[in-house]
T-cell receptor, first 113, second 112 residues
Framework: TQLLEQSPQFLSIQEGENLTVYCNSS?????LQWYRQEPGEGPVLLVT?????EVKKLKRLTFQFGDARKDSSLHITAAQTGDTGLYLC?????????????FGQGTILTVHP | NAGVTQTPKFQVLKTGQSMTLQCAQD?????MSWYRQDPGMGLRLIHY???????DQGEVPNGYNVSRSTTEDFPLRLLSAAPSQTSVYFC???????????FGEGSRLTVL
């Protein structure tokens, strides 16, 4: 069974601070996705990374896939209150995931004004 | 475009009762899946389907049945509800092999 360990589980910061969320596994994934979820809603895809060492930027969010494709990180620069939410990483195994993803436990981010 | 629609949004059952969670998508996605979300455990895959007439088990399939008679619909049946099935259930669909998921808004189930 593939596992994804996310850390930290909880993050409480002030607006304007930077933060990093980590997603680690002992297994290799063919792709790694990051989702954001708000209370009462389903997760929404932020980004997919597929190549070892890949870095993707989405405004103030930077996503990195480890060289060995076993880990990933999400870095937020100058956090805003609107970034508050649950962040989930999810890995797909094999060439075709068919919607079968392994999810991390999630990181609850609270950004205070 | 409605995307992925789940009904009901909330349901309370007594132990032993059965029910069906409905899921429909209008994006013509081949792949559909059901996950459950419990505090501190992320999302866990219950069942998935790669097309009409084809389903398979995920990580936590016990106590749940699925069928896929059309591309659009993927209902999840609880055969005999147990308190351990109290959770938030998400249906998701995907267009391609990397499995990037589009989720419904979730169905919150409480089993007493």
């Amino acid at each position: 069974t593939q596992l994804l360990e996310q850390s930290p589980q909880f993050l409480s910061i002030q607006e304007g601070e930077n933060l990093t969320v980590y997603c680690n596994s002992s297994s290799v994934f063919s792709s790694l996705q990051w989702y954001r979820q708000e209370p009462g809603e389903g997760p929404v895809l932020l980004v997919t990374v597929v190549t070892g060492g890949e870095v993707k930027k989405l405004k103030r969010l930077t996503f990195q896939f480890g060289d060995a494709r076993k880990d990933s990180s999400l870095h937020i620069t100058a956090a805003q209150t609107g970034d508050t939410g649950l962040y989930l990483c999810a890995g797909g195994a094999g060439g075709t995931s068919y919607g079968k993803l392994t999810f991390g436990q999630g990181t609850i981010l609270t950004v205070h004004p | 475009n409605a995307g992925v629609t789940q009904t009901p949004k909330f349901q309370v059952l007594k132990t032993g009762q059965s029910m069906t969670l409905q899921c429909a998508q209008d994006m013509n996605h081949e792949y559909m899946s059901w996950y459950r979300q419990d505090p501190g455990m992320g999302l866990r895959l219950i069942h998935y389907s790669v097309g009409a007439g084809i389903t398979d088990q995920g990580e936590v399939p016990n106590g749940y049945n699925v069928s896929r008679s059309t591309t659009e619909d993927f209902p999840l049946r609880l055969l005999s509800a147990a308190p351990s099935q109290t959770s938030v259930y998400f249906c998701a669909s995907s267009w391609g092999g990397r499995g990037e998921l589009f989720f419904g808004e979730g169905s919150r189930l409480t089993v007493l």
